[in-house]
């Protein structure tokens, strides 16, 4: 199943808006895609004849079963290319989600097949999003995860994800030498702003991360 990129950009967007499961506005809509509130209304009209989502009036939308079958297919697309990206061609963590959204939209599945193949079928991206199969379902990761905001004093724990698309806060991480797979312990929380100590477990160095950095930082507890 083939759409416009413009489409594919909306059924994601309402993805990541948590249109799985929640109603999206279409002011939240408007707002992330920056377009107009006519152009949200348009788009709601062509994704509801195909069935992609349902739609709440003066709530909403919501995405349907096939909705969500097609934004996880779209953002396996998206975390092949960015394994490829990584792994094959060089690229920092921080630079691979721009060129992947350019790519998927250009994509067939059996090239994606194909490039996944080549990487020994990846089941994390470079940031350590799950990568849906390619029916669409997403085998959920046995590890609960948690933010790194609610770790304390004391505790140690593992990255597990960061999110891909903040190419400013992957920046900062990369600058300060923290990584995915790594163990790290929390030896000081700033009172003021929530500013993290911590010690690499395997170096023993200490670093601090702001306290703004942490809430999209996804770990599990040791």
């Given amino acids: 199943m083939k759409f416009s990129p413009s489409k594919e950009d909306y059924i994601k967007t309402i993805y990541s808006l948590n249109g799985s499961e929640d109603i ?25 004849k195909e069935s992609l989502i349902t739609y709440y009036p003066y709530k909403g939308v919501q995405l349907t079963d096939l909705g969500i079958q097609v934004a996880n297919q779209l953002i396996r697309k998206h975390r092949i290319w960015e394994v490829f990206l990584f792994e094959k061609l060089g690229f920092e963590w921080n630079e691979v989600h721009i060129e992947a959204d350019r790519l998927e939209h250009a994509s067939s599945d059996k090239v ?29 990761d046995k590890v ?42 929390v030896t000081d929380i700033e009172m003021f702003d929530g500013t993290l ?12 991360v702001s306290g703004q950095a942490l809430e999209k930082i996804r770990v599990s507890v040791n």
């Fill in 24 to 48: 999206v506005s279409n002011k939240q809509l408007a707002n992330s895609l920056a377009v107009s509130a006519a152009s949200v209304t348009d788009m709601n009209n062509r994704l509801k």
């Fill in 112 to 140: 994606i097949e194909r490039l996944s193949e080549l990487l020994g079928h990846p089941e994390y991206d470079p940031h350590g999003g799950i990568i849906p199969n390619a029916d669409g379902t997403v085998d959920l």
């Fill in 144 to 185: 609960p995860l948690v933010s790194l905001k609610d770790i304390t004093v004391g505790q140690s724990f593992i990255v597990k994800e960061v999110p891909d698309e903040d190419s400013v806060l992957l920046n900062y991480l990369s600058q300060k030498g923290f990584s995915l797979n790594h163990k790290y312990e």
């Fill in 197 to 208: 100590t911590l010690k690499n477990s395997q170096t023993g160095d200490a670093f601090t």
